[in-house]
């Protein structure tokens, strides 16, 4: 797509008033008055010391980006590039970017904020970025990311077939549960804004036609496991009371509703038995 500025003339510019002058109304005219725009400027103090991500609002504090937030798009933007998001041509930075979002809209942090654009670049892009993080955007950003993460894209990249594939998401899935349990909850705010994203993303590619049950074949998981690992993401949210928790087990109840009412149990264990090399199911407690 081309975009055609428009064509430059040499007339001075003229106040934004007069910009918004009726032009049908005969010269002279009265200008549309403005209303008081009312800017936040950094104070001198604050420029020397660097700002806080907090303000105060009519109704308390509430978050504030800074350049930082700004760079960390630019490093999101530039480690994901050509990533689309799985079964589709929408690029990945999309689902990050709507991360981010939701850790705004739910009283995050800039750090959290920042974690939830950059949570998956260890796990989608190496282990190297960890090193970046860190020297960018500090060690409580790089804490969360790592939280986030349950795998890095070196070990994905290791499962040589299909079965061993399945078999390892059932275990960092798992093990990704059991750490996220006893995590912080400035790690389960971004961890669930991140699952609330793939929820609603899911949930809608359910009622897309030409799509339908065929987006659980994109998922090492399957539907059951995809379904039984979200369900227990939903208890353990509800269980830490963590700011997202309803809406993520609205987003998860409609999965399993459009999943032809699949009933709502947690991720089974899987054991590598049998000469197939495929995992064997057993039914455990909730998550």
């Known amino acids: 797509m081309v975009f055609h500025q428009r064509p430059h003339t040499a007339h001075s510019p003229q106040p934004l008033g007069k910009l918004l002058t009726n032009p049908k109304t005969p010269a002279p005219t009265a200008t549309i008055p403005l209303p008081a725009i009312r800017c936040r400027f950094p104070t001198l103090s604050a420029l020397k010391n660097g700002c806080t991500d ?48 939701l850790v705004i809209e739910h009283d995050g942090s800039e750090e959290q904020a920042i974690a939830g654009l950059l949570h998956d670049t260890i796990e989608d892009c190496g282990q190297a ?3 970046m993080i860190r020297a960018l955007f500090g060690e409580a950003v790089v804490n969360i990311v790592l939280a986030c993460t349950d795998a890095t894209a070196e070990a994905k990249a ?68 995809t379904l039984g690992y979200y369900h227990s993401l939903a208890h353990l949210f509800a269980t830490r009371n963590v700011p997202v928790a309803g809406a993520f087990d609205n987003a998860v109840g409609r999965m399993h509703q459009l999943a032809g009412n699949a009933p709502r149990v947690p991720l089974a264990r899987q054991q590598d038995e049998g000469d197939d090399g495929l995992s064997r199911p057993q039914a455990v407690g909730n998550c």
């Open 158 to 225: 290791a499962q040589d077939n299909p079965a061993a594939a399945r078999r390892n998401w059932h275990q960092r899935k798992r093990k990704h549960l059991a750490e996220l349990i006893d995590a912080t909850d400035e790690v389960l705010l971004v961890a669930a804004c991140d699952k609330l994203q793939n929820a609603r993303a899911i949930a809608q590619d359910l009622e897309t036609p030409g799509t339908g049950q065929a987006v659980f074949d994109r998922f090492n998981g399957g539907r059951d496991g």
């Open 54 to 101: 907090r303000m105060q609002g009519p109704g308390g504090s509430v978050t504030i980006l800074t350049d930082r937030f700004s760079r960390a798009v630019d490093y999101t933007r530039i480690a994901h590039a050509g990533q689309l998001r799985k079964g589709t041509r929408v690029p990945y930075l999309s689902h990050l970017l709507g991360v981010a979002a």
């Open 129 to 131: 970025h960890e090193g």
